[in-house]
């Protein structure tokens, strides 16, 4: 004995709206808090870099660091890519932390996949209970039955 309404009234109210999108806010939060821990560090250091204070021109595109650029390069730390860039200005040429396409198609896919797997999780634990909550309401209809 299935009931036919799923989905409880208590899901639509206001109050639950809103605590669902303050979660998933701070959920999208952790999409973008490393772009923004990253400029917060860069602004931390003592002398701040040409590419802040002007306009710059990037001279190599986004790539990965290697293991010698890791260890020596402060921009490497961050992301764990560098961009070169030439200041307009003082014509100085300095190495940029960067977010490479192919590291945010793959922070987006690993995202994707975890929302998968929670989704199959709880669905599975949806039907679950709804079964367990069927077979306690037979239970009790056979007992008021068998009383009669």
């Not at 989704?119 to 949806?126: C, S």
Request: some cysteine; proline content about 2%.
């Amino acid at each position: 004995m299935e009931s036919d309404c799923r989905i409880p009234v208590v899901c639509c109210r206001p109050r639950v709206l809103v605590l669902h999108a303050l979660f998933w806010g701070l959920v999208s939060l952790r999409v973008f808090g490393a772009a923004l821990l990253s400029e917060e560090r860069t602004v931390k250091q003592l002398i701040a870099p040409c590419w802040l204070l002007e306009d710059f021109v990037v001279t190599t595109e986004c790539s990965q660091c290697n293991a010698f650029q890791s260890r020596s390069w402060s921009s490497c730390e961050l992301t764990g890519y560098v961009e070169r860039v030439n200041c307009t200005r003082s014509n100085r040429d300095e190495h940029k932390s960067c977010r490479s396409a192919v590291m945010e198609d793959h922070l987006f896919w690993k995202f994707e996949a975890a929302m998968l797997a929670l989704t199959a999780v709880f669905a599975i634990l949806v039907v679950v209970r709804q079964r367990w909550l069927d077979r306690l309401a037979s239970e009790k209809v056979r007992r008021q039955i068998e009383s009669i």
